[in-house]
Nanobody, 121 residues
Framework: QVQLVESGGGLVQPGGSLRLSCAAS????????MYWYRQAPGKERELVAG???????NVLDSVRGRFTISRDNAKNTVYLQMNSLKPEDPAVYYC???????????????WGQGTQVPVSS
């Protein structure tokens, strides 16, 4: 069984910083890409940032220059460094991975349980 476990969420003031981590564990054969999504109340889930196993990244326009995604392939962990947080950034942030398991050599998409990132007003 493969799971993604997020950590690092918490209350932060506008302009502050926070670093989210997401560790994949279990019978993983390979990870193709890892992503961070977010979903605010009443809104659809949106892709915030993604990174491939080769290190190519993409970032949502509204967070470019403030958020940075990085990855430690040896630890199967992805990070989201969030700086200059704005009142529009609060949401539940979800980790997502496209990976192959040892038992199933076909790519599948796995979601984490989500971590809250509220920004105090």
């Amino acid at each position: 069984q493969v799971q993604l476990v997020e950590s690092g969420g918490g209350l932060v003031q506008p302009g502050g910083s926070l670093r989210l981590s997401c560790a994949a564990s279990g019978s993983i054969f390979s990870i193709k890409a890892m992503y961070w999504y977010r979903q605010a109340p009443g809104k659809e889930r949106e892709l915030v940032a993604g990174i491939t196993n080769g290190g190519s990244t993409n970032v949502l326009d509204s967070v470019r220059g403030r958020f940075t995604i990085s990855r430690d392939n040896a630890k199967n962990t992805v990070y989201l460094q969030m700086n200059s947080l704005k009142p529009e950034d609060p949401a539940v942030y979800y980790c997502n991975a496209v990976l192959e398991t040892v038992d199933n050599r076909a790519y599948e998409r796995i979601w984490g349980q989500g971590t809250q990132v509220p920004v105090s007003s």
